[in-house]
């Protein structure tokens, strides 16, 4: 079994959920700690548009809903003047992009649990708790949206057919989980 405690719930967020993935049809494993960022600005201004894609090494998305990936970094707009970014493999990211480049960033990389749900019942497990039409023709690989789901908001990005990071705020994940895994029940799914 995967450490799981206290020091494994300050890194990723949950207490009670470990970061290797289960064998299963339908598996939700912890994901370990990325570097986030917000990133908020004026779509239309073009100087903040080329100091932001300096800033994240990507021009950040226009449309919404749809997140660019590019290896272990993706950009998701969650609104009109706001974007989300997440960096893999940089942990330091979300401070990097906070400490200037002309980008008013805002460090979230402590503020939100992610965790990786996998299976092809994934999107029937998200329609007991979410309200928007996840079907793939409606919520193909790179979509994301934020939303309620269960008893928490939470932005789901699909990175696969059958595979989604969920974002949960940390004061609510462990009781999010909780949802999760009750909910998860008639589906089979399995937690790490």
Not at 41 to 46: E, L, M, N, T, V
Not at 51 to 69: H, M, Q
Not at 176 to 182: F, M, N, S, T
Request: net charge negative; hydrophobic share 50%; proline share 5%.
């Amino acid at each position: 079994m995967a450490d799981i405690g206290p020091d494994t719930a300050r890194i990723h967020g949950f207490a009670s959920l470990g970061t290797e993935r289960p064998a299963g049809n339908l598996v939700a494993y912890a994901m370990p700690a990325a570097g986030q960022a917000a990133i908020r600005g004026d779509a239309a201004d073009a100087t903040f548009m080329a100091a932001a894609s300096a800033a994240l090494g990507a021009a950040l998305p226009a449309e919404s809903r749809a997140a660019f990936t590019d290896g272990p970094l993706s950009i998701m707009r969650l609104g009109p003047d706001n974007w989300l970014a997440v960096h893999d493999a940089d942990a330091e990211f979300g401070v990097r992009i906070e400490q200037g480049h002309g980008v008013h960033g805002i460090n979230l990389s402590s503020s939100r649990a992610r965790l990786r749900i996998e299976g092809d019942a994934a999107r029937d497990l998200f329609s007991v708790g979410s309200r928007l039409d996840l079907r793939s023709h409606t919520f193909p690989p790179g979509a994301f949206a934020q939303m309620p789901m269960g008893n928490a908001t939470a932005v789901l990005h699909c990175r696969d057919a059958d595979a989604f990071d969920v974002y949960i705020a940390r004061s609510f994940a462990e009781s999010w989980l909780v949802w999760l895994r009750h909910a998860g029940l008639e589906f089979g799914l399995i937690t790490a």
